[in-house]
Structure formats: C-alpha cells, structure tokens
C-alpha cells in the first residue's frame, strides 16, 4: 500500500489489529474471533493459528456470521467479527441493526479497508459505512488513526459493553509520531494540534494528512488546529463545539463519502448548537470509485494534504466568522 | 435479554441452583396443553378482532411438544445460563408463543389482556421484551443464524444447553436460512434441532402461489442435516422425532411438520388467511368447538407443571 | 391507521399508489412489477390482477428481487420493486448499491410503511432508510407527503432515467387542501406556505403536521413558512439556502432518525453554504421504537404539531440570527 | 451498460440486422482457443506478478466452450439485445474473462498491457467498464439474481436470448445464491444455464478447510435445477452438456463442473492458493508448457472466429 494515503514523514507499522486481538483473548476467554472466509486479510490468522478453539470461520456469509455472533454474545461470548468494512456494512445491515444494535448485543464488528484504500474497485469500497453505522441506535462507531490507536481500541472495545464498528486499514498502517491522538477511549476526540484560526477534524487514515495540511499552512501564517475525532458515535460533541466557536472555520476530513460521515455529524453538532462558523467538507465527494492504488484514488478523490489546505484557505478568505453565535463552555 | 444472559455468564456464583430438567410430559398431557394453547390464542386475538391466528392455532401442538416435554427451561428464571433455548423465528406468530408461555408459567395469563394495545409488551409481531422470548426475529430468516450462535457457545462452554428453533415455511425463501444451514452442517451441530412449521402459507396465501419452495425434505437432507418429515399434528410423532433428533449424532435435525393452518378448528382449518379476522362469535364457536372435542380435564391449563426429577 | 399521523383536517385517500402504478404500466409497456410476497401490503395486488403477465413475485427474498430487478433493468424494463422500507433498505443494501445504484440501473425501489407508521415493532419500522439510501450515489431519494403527489411521483420515477428510492405509507394517506405543494418533480422542494420568521422543512408525512404548526404559530404572532422537501436527493439547495437565509430559523421535520436524514441534508448545505440560522431537527431522537399504533409512537417519540411548535418556538426565543452569512440569490 | 442496453431497447429500429448466431466450434478449435485464453492469462497476470490466477486457469475451458461454442454474440455491437448474456459471478476472476474477451474479439489484446494498472479499466476484480461484462460482481453472490432478470425479460420479449451464469463454488456460502436458485426453478427459467465452476478453493485455500459445501450437485436437484455434473477441463463434456442444458425445458439448468485451479500448469495444477504469485519466470516456464502441448496450430490467437450460418 502507497504510503501517500497518509503523511509521507509517517513511520508505520504492520498488523497492528491481530497482534492485538489475540493480546485480549489470551486475557479473556469470552473473546471469539468470526470470520467470514477473509482471514489473512483481516489479520485473523494469528488467531485461527493460535487460538483454533475460539476462531470460527462461518465462510462466506456475512449475514449469517453476524446472527451466530449475536447468539454467542447473548449466551455470553464477546464476538469480534472481521471482514471488509463493506460487507460488514452493505451486506448484513439489517441483521447488524436487528440483531446487533437493537438488543445491544455485545458484539465488534471490525470492518477493514475502509473507503479507498483498496484496489478492489467499487464493490470493495466502503464509502458510506459510517453513514450507515451512524445511523443506528445503541451503535458506537469508531475509526482509530494509528497503530497506536487500534491496540487501545482493540481493549476499549472489550471493555465498551454493547456493539461497536470499526473501521481499519489492514496491513501497514501509520504510527503518529507525537504522542497526542494515540489514546483511545470510545467518545473521546483528541486534539492532536493547537491552532486558533480553523480547525481540521479529521478520522482514520485522514488525521495524519491533516496534521500535514496544517504544518503546511502554518507557513503561511495560519494557525490550525487539528482534532482525530476517532470515535464519530457516540461523537465527543462539547469539545467539537468549543472548538469550532473558538476558530470559527471548520474542515471535516474522512475517507468517506460526504454524506452521512464525519462531515454531517459535525454540521448537525454544530448547527444545533447555533455556533456561528465557515464550514467545509473534504471526503468523497458522493461518487462511486474504480479499482486502484490507494494513492492514485486518494488523489483522483480529493483525499489529500492538498484538498485539505485548499479548503481551509478557502474558508479563510471568506468573511471572518469568529464569533460564536452563543458563548458555548467545554461541559 | 442479552444484558441479564451476559450478567449470569459474568458471574457464575449467582447461577441458580434449581434443576432444569425436560418435563416429559406424555402424550395425552401434551395434547391437552395444545388445546389450552390455542384457547389461550383464541381468546387472546378474539380481544383485538385479528391476527395470525391460523398459523398460530397450526402451530400449537409443536409448541406444546416443546414446552411442556421436550425444552429444559425454568420459568422463574428466564435467563438461567445452562438452560435450552428455543427461538420462533418467525416473531409474527408471536401470539402462540405468550400463549405457551402463559401457559408454562412465564408470566400470568391475565397480562395477555394488554396484547397488541399501545404500550403492551406484547406486541402483534414480538420481541424480546417479554419474558421468556430469546430474541427479536420480526425480520425474517434471521433466527437460524442466532440459535447457531448459541448451540456454539453451549459447546464452546461445555454446557448440555440445546438449542430449538422454529421456523416458518416461507422463511426458506429467504437466503440467510441456507447460510445457516450450511453452517450448521458444517459445525456439524448436533446440539441443534429446528422444526420446519411446513403449513403452505405466506402473506399473500398459498406459498405454491408465491414461489414455490418445491422439495423440502430434499433441501435440508442436502445441505447434511438429519432430517425426519411429520404430522406436525400428531403429538406422538412431535415427540419421538424430538427424541429422535437429541439422540443424533454428528449433524443438526431438522424435523419438518407438515401442519394445517387454524386446525383443528373446523372453519378455521385450512384457510390461507395469513392475517385473520376473528369476531367474537367466531371465538366462542371456536372455543366450543374444543371444548366439545376435549376430553374432561379441561381445566388443566391452571396447574403448574412440575419437572419430573433427573440427574442433572 | 390513525388520522392523527397527519393533520386532524386533512382528508384523506386510499391506495393512491398502486392505482397510478397500474395507470401507468398501462400506458408503457417496460413497467415491471416486483414483489416480495407483500401485494397486499404494497398495494400492487390490483397489478397483479390487472398485469399479471408483467407482475414478478419472488418471494420473501429481497435481496433476489432487487438483482433480479437491476437484471430486468439492463434488458430495457423498468422495474418498480416493492416490498416494505425497512426491507428494502436494511436488507437488500449491497444489491441496491451494487447492483442498482452504481449502475444507474433504471429500477424504482418502493418502500412502503416508513418510519413509525407501522405497529410491526422494531424490524417493520424504518427509521434510517432515507440515510443510507442517501448515502449512495446516483440515488434520488423521495418521499411525497400526500396522495396527490404520490400520483404524481409514480409517473416523474418512469420518466426519471436511473434508480429512484421513494418511500410511502400504503393504504389511507392524507390529500392536502392547498393546491401548493401537490406537484411533484424529482430535484425540487415546494414552499406550501410563506412566512419571514422561521421555516420548517418537512417531508413525507410530517408535511401537514409542519402546516398545523404554522398555524398554530401564526396565532401567536410567528410568522413560519413550511417547504414540503419531497425530494431528499438531489435536494433543492438553492431553495432550501434562500429561505433559511430569509428567516434565520430553520426546523426540521421528518418521521425518520435525526441522523441522516432531512435533518442531516439541511444541516449540511446551511453549514456549507455559511448561512447564519437557528436550527433544531424534529424526528425520532436515535432510538429503536416498539410496535403500537402509529398515533401513539408519533406521540411517544414526539412526531407531533406540537414537538414542531416547540422547536420553533426555543428557536426563536434564542438570539435572532436573521442575517445571512453571505447573501445568497436564487439560483 | 446498463444505458446501452436501455436505448436499444427503446429504439428497436437501431437495433442491428448482423446475424447472431453460436460459433459452434467443434471441440478442437475449442481446445486450442483454451490454449490461448490460458497463455494471455498468463502473459496479463505476469505483468502484475500476482493475481487470481490458479481460478482462471483452471476456468479456462470453461470459458472457451462458452464464448467460442455456445453463446450467440456479436463482438462488434456488445450492447445487441438479442445477444445471449454471459455473466461471470465471481468478479475477482476477471482476468479470464477479459483474455476470452480479447480472443473473441471484444477488443484488443494489446489493451491488457493496462491490466491492474492505475486509471485502466481493467481492474484486478473485474467492473462493467470493460467492453463485454455484462454487470459489476465483485460483492459475490449478486450475479445469479441478475441473471434471473435478464432470462425473465426475454422472457416477456419473446426473445431467443439465453442467460448463461459461471458461479464460484464458495458463492454456494452466499445466502442469495440459494434465493436465486429457488426463484429460478419456480419461475422454470429453461433460458437459463449455470455454471458452477467446483475448484474447491475459496479465499483460505481448500473449501473444505473454510466451511465444507457438502454435497452440491444434490443441493441443486433439491432445489429443482436439471443438474449435470462434468469434468470443467472435458472441452467434449462441456459442450455436450451445454448443449443438453439447451434442450432442457421447464427447468434451468446447472452443469456442476470440478475444476482444478492452475490446470494444466505442472507446477500450478492443484495448488490452493486464492491470489498467487507469478513470477516472470514461472510464466514463462508456463507458457513453454502450454506450448509443448498445444498442438502445431498453436497461434490460431490471431484468426477471427467465422459464426456458423443458421437461420437467424
Ligand atoms: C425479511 C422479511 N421480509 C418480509 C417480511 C414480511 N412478512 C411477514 S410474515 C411473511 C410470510 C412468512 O411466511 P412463513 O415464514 O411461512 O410464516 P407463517 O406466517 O406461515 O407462519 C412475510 C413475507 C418480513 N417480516 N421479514
Ligand atoms: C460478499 C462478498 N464477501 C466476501 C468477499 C471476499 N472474497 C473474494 S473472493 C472470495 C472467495 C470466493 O470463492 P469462490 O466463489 O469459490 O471463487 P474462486 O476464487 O474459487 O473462483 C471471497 C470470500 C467478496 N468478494 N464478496
Ligand atoms: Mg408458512
Ligand atoms: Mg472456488
């Protein structure tokens, strides 16, 4: 995978996820792991290889493989079910939503490759998962940044009790150099920058490549700020909101679509809270994809350092809208 | 629901101490909880006017045979981890199911005066808020997958917990059913029986009508389950294929009963109305009509059930 | 169904759909009807009757019908599939997505009993179809708000060249008294009543719930305008900026989730288009329902007059936020 | 397209006077076409230096008995709607059906140069942007249903068009699949033909490792399908019963055919290994295998296939 989905001075790391899960299970005899015939590329093969007893591959079938792992956690199992991000989405919403989410089951659901960081073309590109995830009561949906992140998030999902989807690069993933924004705890936000002009929230693979964009504009005198919004539901909205009144020009950056992610969780937050600001999404802009590297659709799609900056600079010429429409305080 | 299985699983100190034991019930007991099952559904959608009272009256010697002889359940104590479960997966048919349970002692038959009014648990198309009912299936072709999980967990813990689910004809149209299937076979889950209620019906009527299911005997021998065709009628049969099935080694049974919507009432039986009108004089016709062919111990439906003892 | 899902003086009228369904496969030969075992449900039993030679049931498989609609679809047909919403959303997403979206196949997705019109409980209500059919491109999105525009929509889908998703309640459905608001064309949102105040944007059945709050509001002096947004996607941004500008106060309403929605739309083209306004979603608060009657879960989860009126009103007691934040002109 | 095949639809005075008829190839020329889908598999997945390459060899007679015997296209109007459809379900095997499409002239093999490349539209699973697919199937088990709906509009149009599906085996995991297969033998397609390519191979190497299909001719029979099985690499047996699936009426048909991935590759033949390396030298040692088999026309590649006149 192309290291230009994320920031280029990004050291990475490898199967950060299945070192982990197999860390928690070897703690936890309730942990199983569900496959769905997508074992080596969801990182799972540590655990089939070490753990066969607890490892059940139900083939080819997510929506079955969703409804045997809602069983196992009603009779008191804590199923984490791995498959591609889409099919975890597109392919069993409903059981996810009747069987998961509706009775709080105590299931994870990690979905990999999110949004174009595969090249298996349109029917392997989840662009909408989280608009899908968001959508459904009782579900807390997650995106970690880094490694770093997806260790943590592998534990704070055992320890959330009730569903969670994930969403995750497989294989080489970025490790964040500073050491903000490398905790995770589900409905936290972190500020991984200071900054007092505009903010960046960000999530996934998109948070280093803000950082970038704000180092960038940096240089030209602005100061942004940048916030991992690693967790979108339930979504850490008093920190969203103080922020954004306090720079008063917002960017929201996800590899997804525009529609139903990020952007609209922090347009809903910060339209309901009256906070006066300029606003700009940068994601997927509500097109399906080809297959293809991850950098050449990163670029094709806007999802870039560049776009980034374009946005915020052109917020930035815009009138200035500083001020909050009511004062809001961190809560 | 999930929450209280997962607070006993967490904690097994609290497990209850009380034996769980199949109650065994013969023949003649199982049929005489078969007719108080369907009064139970007779009077209870005779208060709303309508309902799926066809299947539900169709079904009610398969619940029997399960509620009263063949599941290891304690109606104190819903949520006992080491308990067999059993699923109707087709949660339209809800009314038979707060019938049987009713009847088995899960809560006072007086609560079912509240169903499908605003408010009640006791929902038209049911959920898991009520006691004793394992999970919300309203989506169909959903539960097989579920009791999968659980018969899962049973040998993952070691547990002599069974799992029984009941499935709706029209429910093998949807592909999640073959999934399961498949799965079930592959597991080789012989902790599991299904029982096919095969009463040829869905919404819009005869199933032939809709899209025939063609062979289904057939289907399931080929997706490697140990299969056994019945009277879904026959309350001996129910019970020796139920035995039959616990005794099977090596795969999953499916036991398909063939049942005849609204039997036995006569002009109820084999009408094609997936959701029926009952007036009020049908009820007390209907009501008549099984008392007159009951035998004299018709008041059965009060006493409480008790387990005959076995090693745990 | 309860009148008091709509309007107490609204009348009302009977399968408007399946009526003009017919009235159309009439008139063109390519219509197909696709089932999945609920004609009645779907009022299509009368093309059943009528057409039997072009009506297709497939069963209680739905995710087949819709394949087999985008397969009809490619050979020159056009299928309208109907089933209810929450099945032909949560159950069938993948194929719709694949198999209907990406393609611009031509196939008309009917999903009838939206939202908490059903007492079918929680797996027979779909309260976040509009979100994830939103989510994906090439979809248009509609929900007509009275038997008149239902009529009309049926004709605007077949003339409509790529897939459509509408959503509609079947059997007894109100017919608006004002003419405005009765035409319907995918693309535009219609504004049925005027007002300087505020704006409640509505679609579907909340439409003459939003006209009684009006009025009720206009007793007190709120002078509120109400635009019937029939067509979610491609939402008429330009309408929907104008009035928000004009009135700085903007309300929502729709029978669905708050996430994704009607509410999400707006929120995200105010926030882009840095229009400065009050907004508040009316809709049902993220949470799963039971079944019951429709009049008593549009109470409970507060899809009444009055939780519109009240919305209007907290909006307006705030600061007044009248002022756009840029001036914007009809487009 | 989609699009494509809509306005030919609607203007049915575009519609093409170029006879349409089956190349009819006899097993021979088959055989050598086979030949040479496996050497431009070889030479595109080479360039890339992986890919789903033991599925395509092991697909190739297959494919060569299809679209150089049995199917009725025209290369040069891919959009004709009398065309019978050929829909490949396993959209991750594209490189076999792009090197058939090159060799049947759909366009030029040179265009697999961009296989796998950045902005080709070739991608490694295959989309309906290359010239000849017949729809997007990289989410499994989709393709079947399609498939349907193309046999039930010819159906409705009265048209000789044939639906032809190719299925991989683990789709059989897939709950659509069994949707799909029910509907079609209740709507008695006998427009349409299966494939089931039966490699035994899913994404973790065997089948049988995964989750185990059990018996699969047996599942198709129960679910009303003419069922034949057949050895996929017996170009004679293929066409054989391509030909009795024709002829069968009142039933769609599926012809059950065992494959074995990397056939007849010496050094790939049996391996289970779902997305294989390739490097530059196994190509080449594959090539110079194929040709030391191949009989003496061995670059029969280049010649256009001349359709077989029969009345239209
Ligand atoms: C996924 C899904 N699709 C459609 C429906 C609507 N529906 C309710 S009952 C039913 C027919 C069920 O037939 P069957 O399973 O045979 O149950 P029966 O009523 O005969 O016991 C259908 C299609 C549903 N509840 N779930
Ligand atoms: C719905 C769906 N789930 C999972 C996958 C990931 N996947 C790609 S190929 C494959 C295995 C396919 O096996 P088979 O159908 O036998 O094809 P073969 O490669 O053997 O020809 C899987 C699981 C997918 N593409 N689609
Ligand atoms: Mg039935
Ligand atoms: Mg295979």
Known sequence: MSPTVWATNTPTALKAYGGALVELARERPEIVCIGADLTGPTETDLFRDTIPERFFNIGMAEANAIGVAAGMARAGEIPFVNTFSVFASRRAFDQIAMQVAYPQANVKIAGFMPGLTTPGGVTHQAIEDLALMRALPNMAVVEPADANQIHAAVHALADHRGPVYMRLKRGEVPVMSSAAGQAFEIGRAYLVREGSDAVIFACGLMVTLAIDAAEELAREGRDVAVVNVSTLKPLERELIIEIAAQTGHVVTAENHSIIGGLGSAVAETLSEAGIRCRYARVGIADTFAEGASAAYLFQKYGLTTQAIVDACRRLGDGAPARAAHRPVTRA | ?312
């Open chain 2, 1 to 312: 629901m999930s929450g209280a299985d997962l607070t006993m699983a967490a904690s097994p100190a609290a497990a209850p101490a009380r034996t769980l034991e199949r109650l065994d019930a013969g023949v003649e007991e199982v049929r005489r909880r078969a007719d108080a099952i369907r009064r139970q559904v007779l009077r209870t959608v005779a208060r709303v006017g309508e309902g799926y009272l066809l299947q539900a009256l169709g079904a009610a010697d398969i619940f029997a045979a399960l509620y009263f002889s063949e599941l290891r359940l304690d109606p104190a104590n819903p949520h006992d981890p080491r308990r067999d479960r059993c699923l109707l997966c087709t949660a339209h048919n809800s009314v038979v199911l707060y019938a049987t349970l009713a009847e088995r002692g899960y809560f006072p038959a007086q609560e079912l005066e509240s169903y499908g009014q605003d408010g009640s648990p006791y929902e038209i198309i049911g959920s898991e808020q009520v006691r004793g009912v394992e999970g919300t299936f309203g989506s169909l072709g959903q539960g097989l997958s579920v009791a999968i999980g659980f018969a899962l967990s049973a040998r993952l813990r070691e547990t002599r917990s069974r799992t029984y689910a009941i499935l709706g004809d029209g429910e093998m149209q949807e592909g999640q059913t073959w999934e399961a299937a498949m799965a079930a076979a592959a597991y080789r889950l012989d902790n599991l029986c299904l029982v096919v209620d095969l009463n040829g019906m869905q919404v819009e009527g005869a199933i032939d009508s809709v899209l025939p299911l063609g062979e289904v005997a057939a289907k399931w021998r080929a997706f490697g389950w140990a299969v056994q065709e019945i009277d879904g009628h026959d309350v001996g049969e129910l019970l020796r294929a139920l035995a039959i099935a616990r005794d099977t080694a090596g795969r999953p049974s499916a036991i398909v009963a063939t049942t005849i919507p609204g039997h036995p009432i006569s002009f109820l039986r084999g009408r094609f109305e997936h959701y029926a009108k009952l007036s009020p004089q049908q009820a007390q016709d209907a009501l008549a009509e099984l008392d007159a062919s009951a035998s004299s111990n018709a008041s059965f439906a009060s006493t409480t059930p008790s387990p005959r003892k076995e090693p745990a």
